[in-house]
């Protein structure tokens, strides 16, 4: 127990050695925010703009007005959309839409449900196989067959696109050192920064529309493929690659024979969360137009119509868990033929494939001559009671549960979030940024308060600093949630496997599900309001949070967990005095990713009554006159997110360093009075 007391000392004196200049800082902020409450605190109004903001409308304007005479986009650009946009319509002409002179697309709703039924079955197993036909007749019955398949088109297109990019760059960056450490850090960047932002951007070059909603939905499902695909390369053992090297085998031939055979199940995975990432972007490119699913639950969102948000919310949550299951079924059974030497045979393979593809063939010809096979039947349509019962259930809640759901909202929003955003946007600019540079310096690094420094000058530049304040206090608020829930749920998940086998299935659910759909129930419980995005948000970053907590505490060592048990601590003792300040580095790592994450809500937020930056950026969608407004907000995004992932980053840098210090000093010290004992 003396060595479980030395190492747990050690982590804890060395981790929050700082803690109390950060309070003294602090301190010294509500002092001056008392004293000079009000002066300095740049304040816009919702419809007022800054000359840099009529800059930005006036220049995309005039890329607009160049789009058809400028050599970059006659040559370039005009090009690129064109390609996006005919892929995007050509499949849809296939499962959505009339075309080529049909009143219906090439493949009805019967040949789409056993197309996807037979890759289902051939790729996976009879039980996928059966999931996605329910799931794909559940389009139909739910009335969203056509807006199901155009997000689907969407989704396909896209993902072929990514792994058309990616896979061939992941295998680059297994097989490159120096690639893999160019490549990392853009990667980085383009997971870390939130979905919404480069959606602005993205229509000054691409017009609103497919093109625009491809290139957004690709920029967010890339990263995925090319990380998962060099990971496959690189885990290739080099014992492997050495008996094949001695057996005269070429870098091209080792590829294709031996690294990509053993990274194909890794790689299946990196397509799985392609298709995830794909289809979470596809929905929530209905801001700028995209097809699908996610228009209808934006008009729902807008008007306020919970049922048939909702409606189409399950649709999304049924598509994201076959496309889901369907491609970790193949993946498991790559890996199961490989470990069963592939002893089934040849002919039995070929006989079943050649049944399973003339019976989906079948299908596909009768919904292509017949129309009942191409139009999903109307009577089968029950939508209207799905859309009807959810308005009944959301009522319900509302009139029963107000008591309790104000409660809740009143408590945190006057508790935390009223107090946040006062002390942040009632301070001197120069206050807040004083503060905030003192404060990345005392938790990260020099580099950390330098990035802070150029981040809040540039939102003051940008002249939007009151309105990122606001933004900043709801990240704040939703990312102490996110926290509070991650120590306590993975807590328990690292110290119960029960708790783990239980627990996680929800989490991969809640982090695959696109972040439209969080919003309906929540919506339907508090209205449209700052609180609903707050929930929106840690609901939809908790998950990451909790899972890093318990990996935290379930990498801490057993030796040590069974030390402190023999020598009679309780759980509260065990859990509060070793495990937690050893796995220190974890919470603060899942405070990064929590508070990174709960940034990219912003934006979705700003459609249930957030407002500040996430309401800019939507009103520059729909509003000609603030489209260079909505352009700096989208900035000014950026700009935060990086400014607290540096800060998050070099925090959890120093975190590692002193735990490592102290378990390295706790070791030391263990030894010593060992060797004193002895």
Excluded: C
């Excluded at 061939?168 to 960047?189: C, I, K, N, Q, Y």
């Excluded at 349509?381 to 259930?393: I, M, P, T």
């Excluded at 379930?554 to 065990?574: D, I, K, Y």
């Amino acid at each position: 127990m003396a060595a479980v007391n030395v190492v747990a000392a050690r982590v804890a004196a060395r981790l929050p050695a700082r803690a109390p200049l950060v309070l003294a800082v602090l301190a010294a902020w509500v002092l001056g925010w008392v004293l000079l409450r009000g002066r300095d605190t740049l304040q816009l109004g919702g419809a007022e703009l800054t000359s840099l903001h009529t800059s930005l409308g006036d220049g995309m304007d005039a890329v607009d007005a160049g789009r058809d005479s400028n050599p970059f986009f006659l040559y370039f650009v005009n090009y690129i959309r064109l390609f996006l946009d005919e892929a995007v319509t050509f499949v849809q002409a296939l499962i959505s839409q009339p075309s080529f002179g049909r009143p219906v697309p090439v493949l009805g709703w019967l040949g789409v449900v056993g197309l996807a039924t037979a890759v289902a079955f051939l790729y996976g197993n009879r039980k996928v196989a059966l999931l996605t036909a329910a799931g794909f007749l559940s389009f139909g019955v739910l009335g969203l067959w056509q807006e199901s398949m155009d997000t689907l088109a969407l989704t396909l297109t896209a993902v072929t696109l990514s792994l058309a990019v990616g896979i061939p760059l992941g295998v680059w960056a297994g097989l490159s050192d120096r690639f893999h450490r160019l490549v990392t850090p853009v990667l980085d960047f383009m997971q870390t920064m939130p979905t919404f932002v480069y959606l602005a951007p993205l229509t000054l070059f691409f017009l609103i529309g497919p093109a625009s909603a491809t290139v957004a939905t690709m920029i967010y499902a890339i990263p995925p493929a090319i990380r998962i695909t060099a990971h496959g390369i690189r885990q290739v053992s080099a014992e492997t690659l050495e008996a094949s090297a001695s057996l005269g085998v070429t870098r091209v031939q080792a590829l294709r024979h031996v690294r990509l055979p053993m990274a194909k199940q890794t790689i299946i995975v990196g397509v799985n969360q392609t298709i995830m990432a794909a289809l979470s972007m596809a929905t929530i490119a209905a801001l700028i137009d995209a097809p699908g699913l996610g228009k209808t639950v934006l008009k729902a969102l807008q008007t306020l119509d919970v049922g048939t948000a909702f409606n189409a919310g399950l649709a999304i949550v049924v598509m994201a868990v076959v496309l889901d299951r369907a491609t970790s079924a193949a993946s498991r059974r790559v890996e199961a033929e490989r470990r069963a030497g592939r002893r089934r045979t040849v002919r039995g393979r070929r006989l079943e494939v050649a049944g399973v593809l003339g019976v989906a063939a079948v299908l596909g010809y009768l919904s292509y001559t017949y129309v009942w096979a191409a139009e999903f039947p109307a009577q089968a349509n029950l939508g209207f009671a799905v859309r009807g019962a959810a308005d009944a259930a959301s009522l319900w809640v509302q009139d029963s549960l107000v008591t309790y759901t104000d409660a809740v909202k009143n408590g945190l929003t006057n508790g935390l979030l009223n107090p946040f955003e006062a002390l942040l946007t009632g301070s001197p600019w120069w206050l807040v940024a004083a503060v905030a540079v003192a404060v990345a310096l005392l938790v990260g690094s020099v580099r950390a308060a330098l990035v802070t420094t150029a981040g809040l000058l540039a939102l003051v530049l940008l002249g939007l600093w009151q309105d990122s304040m606001v933004t900043l206090a709801s990240t704040l608020v939703a990312t102490i949630l996110v926290m509070v829930l991650g120590v306590i749920v993975g807590v328990w998940m690292g110290r119960s496997d029960r708790a783990d086998t239980l627990l996680r299935p929800v989490l991969d659910a809640g982090q695959t599900m696109p972040a439209f759909v969080y919003l309906v129930p929540i919506l339907g419980l508090f209205g449209p309001t700052r609180f609903t995005a707050i929930i929106a948000a840690v609901v939809f970053a908790a998950p990451i949070a909790i899972k890093l907590v318990a990996e935290g505490i379930r990498r801490v060592s057993a030796t040590t967990v069974e030390a402190a048990t023999s020598a009679g601590a309780s759980t509260w003792q065990l859990i509060s005095k070793v495990q937690l300040p050893m796995a220190r580095s974890a919470l603060t790592l899942a405070a990064s990713q929590g508070l990174i994450y709960v940034l990219s809500m912003v934006v979705v937020g700003g459609l249930v009554g957030a407002g500040a930056l996430g309401y800019d950026v939507v009103a520059g969608f729909s509003q000609h006159q603030l489209r260079g407004k909505g352009l700096a907000a989208g900035l000014a995004i950026v700009v935060l997110g990086i400014v607290l992932d540096r800060v998050m980053r070099a925090a959890t840098e120093r975190a590692d360093a002193a735990a490592h210090g102290a378990l390295h000093g706790g070791s030391q010290g263990g030894s010593q009075g060992g060797s004193h004992d002895r």
